[in-house]
């Protein structure tokens, strides 16, 4: 039995077990996040989201699942079956395929490529395959008027994002996401602070890539009426509607592993310790958090008109308690499994800080049109990735040739890449007037 | 090692079939599907060869970049009018003469190339990192043929945006 | 309206015109709402909605103007000897008077016997004119007599008179802040001179009023029906249309239904 | 209205965007176009070349229906038309019945007709903006607006015991005295409206989006309006100052001091701007007409059986959408012989296509909310 845990079989049924955690997780965290968006969107707009089923609506993605499951599933008579049929499968494939080297802790990684990022980009574009097939196939021209749309949107938006990250890149130096974060070890720094504009191009580049928010053109839901997915419905609906959810943790995955220092504890360098014990400071303050939560559930428990609501809120009460439990027991683990637990923590909570700017644009700003949203991209965005990475990378050999320190300099290139910002935004502005009256 | 063999005969295998499927399909959009599961096919075969930027580029370049513009042709061109067109091969016999060449070709490749129809089995255990070793390839030895490369590009690039601005 | 400009004398202001004396509150608008109208440099005192009865009243104190007819008819008079005496709730207003201000002689001067007749009813004024010179009459409104506002075009439906129809114009001027009504009878299937060149709004106005009552307004560019389906028989708001008449076989073959009813 | 079961214009093969022009179908069921507007788009590409309005889904013939019910009978009927601000509805037809019998509600019921008739005006304003936010695709501004707008629901449920067609006000006057407290609601509404409205200020006017949105957006000319017989917020974005409350005042307007907004170029931001001001000023009017209600008698004497004398009245009110006129002729016996609307959003409706020209399809939503239309009143 032994030589069953030699290396490389290790090296094969760990990545397999994480594989497996994640695709099962996935559904439920998107499920999770479409409740978060909906409390959120609630707590904006002056009302309460959800609260009929489970207490304060924590069972509701469980409802939506079963509902979609249980909903017919439409074929358009004249559609193209196969496409049909395949379109929604390539979606969610390629979304899933991406967590592949998505480093959520130190160990917890499925293959730590040398290529992490390329690999992760690579399959996110092909994503569109699935929005655009999907168009094309039910065969309707709102669906195809979408789908183009999506298209075009995600093309010229892939090439800002990309230039985004790339100026991180030159911080990393590597392609690796493990090695990606380890260099943010390194200098001590988180490199949203060295490149913050690459962090906002790369922001809003995501947003667009995975039609949210102000560039939810394609199924803007006034004009096409839901775009490419007007004829899917039931389950395969739900899939698409995966794709997405996914996508977006890819994207804020992505953003927290480049720009906020993926699984590291805010202060990484900070030694300073809790008087007469080996606990680091802010390495307590994960666990403290969740306790918090936990008390807070329990608060709310009887509070619960229903008594099945109350049981509900008290089991989430006790599945919190336990989560602050393993926190704080991990802190007196060996350093390994403290790094790996409290990663995995740090990860999800960036990640889900990053989603949470998603929802707060989503309900702010009203839809960009077609045209702008392109001019945005090609006549604003592009231009301004480049000058950042040019910028950036000046700024880089000078504080490696003048030994200049890499804080001085990149204040300097973010300095020049903002002038350069307000000269674009002001004569885009121009341009937007001369295209008002050319549309006349 | 078995695992190598059976992935490249399933890759080859994918990529030749949906080649020839993507040849006969009467239907545009399922042959543009074909083209790229043989783009993918064939990345895979780099991916085997540890060639991994390759790899990457190729999903990148082709699939992701190329094929989506194929793909927003094909749906923006009235394809109804393309169906009726009367699908001329009068040249069967040239196409016929062309195959035999390509096919000569390559048989001879394989002959004097390798002897087994088994790819090699050298998988060194560290390899080095090809993205490195491309990028010094690219900017140390060949720094000149690059420059003249995206020159070529730039060129195509203004080439393409003042034939769309006079059409527009 | 009490507070119809037209009515209010520019010196004082009757507070109410209802009959009994109502105890009323001391308002302390009041003085500022006698202020704030004859103040109000936007509402010329003179231009009330309706055709005033002023500036009627005005002319005869001044006979020096040149040309006018000499025998002023008792019209302008009379409008003002019933606002004196407040009519008593119960007897009605006055029966429909007849009209004759500046904008009257100036259109019977241009268009002669195509204006028939000119009332005041209700303080508004009523101009009917021939129905083959509605578009020089509409023209001439509007050119001239800067009424270049098309209010509302409507029709009234008079089984009984020979022409059954009264094509209704509603015009309004922003310069002077008045408003004129022209009416036009019209024959069965008499077509009407359309109005549309003049006032584009006329486009949806006529073909409402082509599809409500059947009055063909040649001239016009699309003159389809607009409210009903298209090929619905009858016109609904004709007299003779029975309130529960409907074109049962369109209901029939459309809806599928034996009748709406 | 063509037979809507057979869509033949909508040539849709499977490649659909050839260079040739494209029929899009906006409506009948359409979420943005507010009722039962169907608008026959023609495209090229993104770009309107043409479009045409099919209305007449919603037509149930209310002027038919007038000459069959006595003056009184009719009312309810009217707060159908424009069901979003009935109020005003009923003040026109009770005004223009009053005109024709020659008599005039007393100046308490002409203040409290002016208050409510303000609210509603506020109310219908604050359904438009929630409404064209939504479609331009900002999701929060309706859920702050109809939080306003349900407190002057409220109101008018307190006053005359329905939210939306209030039947509010009778022929001669008021029935139903204010009801105590009314003074103190609607001051404490109004009170709380100003930083409201500075609320939805702050999340639209600078918001670059929705400038981007707006701005330049079928764009109407004055000449253009006015030739259209276009009124409203919509005449008045186009640079002409012009409101009924100011050039014929009714009911009590002419008691009280307000501003009419305009601006200059006629886009959809220029009409956006001009409604919030409008919001405002209406709220200035309710403050100053709720400080002095006059007390007296809120019913004219005008007696049981309405037989006005046989003649003709044309007489309008300036609706949140426009000039809303009653011309009724009465042939002296108690039912109407003749009673026609003349509807705002109808004749605003026949600029839509002077706008929409030329635009992108986005634009056609914003468009037509912008003209702010009620089906009810279209067809009526």
């Known amino acids: ?440 | 090692m078995v695992l190598n063999a059976i992935l490249f005969y399933f890759f080859s295998v994918l990529a030749v079939v949906s080649a020839i499927l993507m040849v006969t399909r009467r239907n545009v959009v399922h042959g543009a599907v074909y083209l790229i599961t043989t783009l993918l096919a064939t990345a895979g075969v780099f991916l085997l060869l540890q060639a991994e930027f390759l790899f990457i580029v190729q999903v990148i370049l082709y699939v992701g970049g190329i094929m989506v513009l194929f793909i927003f042709v094909i749906m923006l061109v009235n394809l109804d009018v393309s169906l009726l067109q009367y699908q001329f091969n009068r040249q069967r016999f040239v196409a016929g003469v062309l195959a035999l060449a390509l096919g000569a070709q390559i048989f001879l490749a394989i002959k004097t190339g390798q002897k087994s129809l088994f790819p090699p089995s050298r998988v060194p255990e560290v390899l080095p990192k090809n993205t490195e070793a491309v990028a010094d390839a690219l900017f140390g030895r060949f720094m000149l043929p690059f420059e003249i490369a995206s020159i070529l590009l730039l060129v195509a690039m203004i080439g393409a945006v003042v034939m769309a601005k006079r059409r527009a | 309206m009490a507070n119809d400009p037209s009515e209010k004398d520019p010196v004082s202001k009757p507070p109410a015109s209802g009959a009994e004396d109502k105890p009323v509150a001391k308002k302390p608008t009041e003085p500022a709402q006698a202020g704030s109208v004859t103040a109000n440099p936007s509402v010329p005192p003179d231009a009330p909605a309706k055709k005033p009865a002023e500036p009627s009243a005005a002319v005869p104190a001044t006979p020096a103007v040149p040309g006018a007819p000499a025998a002023k008819p008792a019209a302008p008079a009379a409008p003002a000897a019933p606002k004196a005496a407040a009519p008593p709730a119960k007897e009605a207003p006055p029966k429909p008077l007849p009209l004759d201000n500046e904008l009257v002689q100036r259109l019977k001067a241009r268009f002669g016997d195509a204006i028939r007749e000119a009332t005041l009813d209700r303080k508004q004024a009523i101009i009917t004119i021939a129905a083959d010179q509605l578009r020089e009459v509409s023209r001439y409104c509007r050119d001239e007599e800067k009424f270049d506002m098309l209010v509302d075009l409507t029709a009234v439906d008079w089984p009984k008179r020979e022409k059954r129809f009264d094509v209704i114009l509603i015009l309004y001027s922003f310069a002077k802040n008045e408003r004129v009504r022209l009416k036009a009878h019209a024959g069965e299937n008499e077509p009407v001179p359309s109005a549309c060149e003049i006032w584009p709004a006329a486009n949806w106005l006529e073909r409402e009023c082509y599809d409500m009552f059947g009055i063909v307004f040649e001239g016009h560019p699309k003159l389809t029906r607009i409210l009903m389906p298209d090929e619905w028989q009858g016109y609904p708001l004709r007299k003779d249309y029975d309130i529960l008449k409907q074109d049962t076989d369109w209901v029939r073959e459309n809806l599928g239904i034996e009748s709406g009813q | 209205m063509s037979d809507p079961r057979t869509t033949e214009l909508t040539n849709v093969s499977t490649t659909v965007l050839g260079a040739d022009e494209i029929i899009l179908n906006m409506g009948p069921q359409h979420p943005s176009t507010h009722g039962v507007l169907r608008v026959k788009l023609k495209l090229d590409g993104e770009r309107v070349v043409d479009s045409e309005c099919i209305i007449g889904y919603l037509h149930r013939g209310v002027e038919k229906i007038a000459e069959h019910r006595s003056y009184q009978q009719f009312a309810p009927y009217v707060d159908r038309m424009d069901y979003v601000a009935a109020v005003s509805n009923g003040l026109g037809y009770c005004e223009a019945v009053e005109k024709l019998l020659g008599t005039e509600a007393p100046v308490r019921a002409r203040v409290v007709r002016t208050i409510l008739t303000e609210l509603q005006r506020i109310a219908s304003h604050l359904l438009w903006l929630g409404t064209h936010a939504l479609d331009i695709g900002a999701l929060t501004p309706v859920f702050y607006c109809f939080r306003e707008r349900e407190e002057i629901l409220k109101i008018f449920e307190k006053y005359c015991g329905a939210r939306l067609t209030t039947h509010a006000f009778r022929i001669g006057g008021l029935q139903y005295e204010t009801y105590d407290g009314f003074e103190q609601d609607v001051k404490r509404f109004c009170d709380d409206f100003t930083h409201r409205i500075d609320e939805y200020e702050t999340l639209l006017t600078e918001n670059r989006i929705w400038v981007g949105r707006t701005k330049g957006v079928g764009i109407l000319s004055a000449a253009d309006a006015i030739a259209l017989g276009v009124t409203g917020p919509v005449l008045r974005a186009s640079g002409v100052k012009w409101d009924l409350r100011k050039a014929m005042p009714y009911a009590a307007y002419d008691l009280y001091k307000f501003e009419i907004p305009t601006r200059e170029t006629g886009d959809t931001y220029d009409r956006y701007v001009v409604r919030m001001e409008e919001m405002r000023q209406s709220r200035l009017i309710c403050v100053q007409a709720i400080e002095n209600i006059p007390t007296g008698p809120i019913m004219a004497r005008i007696g049981k059986v309405l037989k006005p004398p046989p003649g003709e009245v044309y007489h309008s009110i300036e609706a949140p959408k426009g000039e809303l006129g009653y011309y009724i002729v009465s042939d002296g016996t108690t039912q109407p012989y003749r009673v026609r609307v003349r509807p705002p959003s109808f004749i605003n409706l026949q600029a839509f296509d002077k706008m929409a020209r030329g635009s992108l399809v986005a634009d056609v939503v914003a468009i037509i909310g912008t003209i702010d239309i009620v089906l009810g009143e279209v067809d009526r």
């Open chain 1, 1 to 440: 039995m032994g030589h069953l845990f030699t290396p490389s079989i290790m090296r094969l049924v760990l990545p397999v077990l994480y594989a497996v955690v994640i695709v099962a997780v996935l559904p439920l965290m998107a499920g999770y996040i479409v409740l978060m968006e909906r409390k959120v969107m609630a707590d904006m707009q002056a009302r309460l989201g959800p609260m009929r089923v489970g207490p304060h609506g924590l069972l509701q993605p469980i409802a939506d699942a079963v509902k979609l499951l249980l909903k017919e599933d439409i074929i358009p008579e004249k559609a193209d079956r196969l496409m049909f049929w395949l379109a929604p499968l390539v979606s969610v494939t390629m979304a899933l395929l991406a967590y592949a080297a998505l480093p959520i802790g130190p160990t917890f990684q499925i293959a730590d490529l040398n290529i992490g990022l390329l690999f992760i980009l690579a399959v996110s574009s092909l994503g569109i395959y699935g929005i655009v097939l999907g168009g094309w196939a039910s065969n309707s021209h709102y669906s195809l008027l979408g789908a183009l749309r999506s298209a075009a949107q995600l093309v010229s938006y892939e090439t800002a994002a990309g230039l985004g990250l790339i100026s991180a890149l030159l911080l990393a130096g590597s392609l690796s996401m493990r090695d990606i974060v380890m260099a943010q070890y390194d200098q001590g720094m988180w490199f949203i602070f060295y490149v913050p504009i690459g962090f906002f191009i790369y922001m809003v580049g995501s947003i667009a890539e995975t039609n949210r928010a102000p560039f939810d053109l394609p199924e803007a839901e006034s004009e096409l009426v839901a775009g490419y997915m007007t004829e899917y419905s039931g389950f395969r609906w739900s899939l698409y509607f995966l794709a997405e959810y996914a996508n977006m943790i890819i994207v804020a995955g992505i953003a927290t592993t480049l720009f906020l220092g993926g699984w590291l504890r805010p202060f990484a360098s900070y030694h300073d310790h809790m008087p007469g014990t080996s606990i680091e400071l802010l390495d307590a303050l994960p666990a403290l958090l969740v306790l918090g939560v936990a008390l807070y559930c329990f608060f709310l428990a009887p509070k619960q008109p229903v008594k099945i609501q109350k049981l509900v809120m008290a089991l989430v009460g006790g599945l919190c308690l336990a989560v602050s439990g393993v926190l704080a027991g991990s802190l007196f683990a060996s350093p390994a499994v403290l790094q790996g637990v409290h990663g995995a923590f740090w990860f999800m909570a960036k990640v889900f800080g990053y989603l949470y700017f998603f929802l707060w644009f989503r309900f702010t700003f009203p839809r960009y049109r077609f045209d702008q949203l392109m001019r945005l991209g090609w006549r604003f965005l592009i231009p301004l990735a480049l000058v950042n990475l040019i910028t950036m990378a000046i700024a880089l050999l000078i504080s490696r040739e003048w030994g200049w320190s890499l804080r001085l300099t990149s204040i300097l290139a973010i300095a020049v890449t903002l002038a350069v910002a307000m000269w674009l935004a002001k004569n885009d502005e121009v341009d937007s007037v001369v295209t008002a009256a050319e549309s006349e």
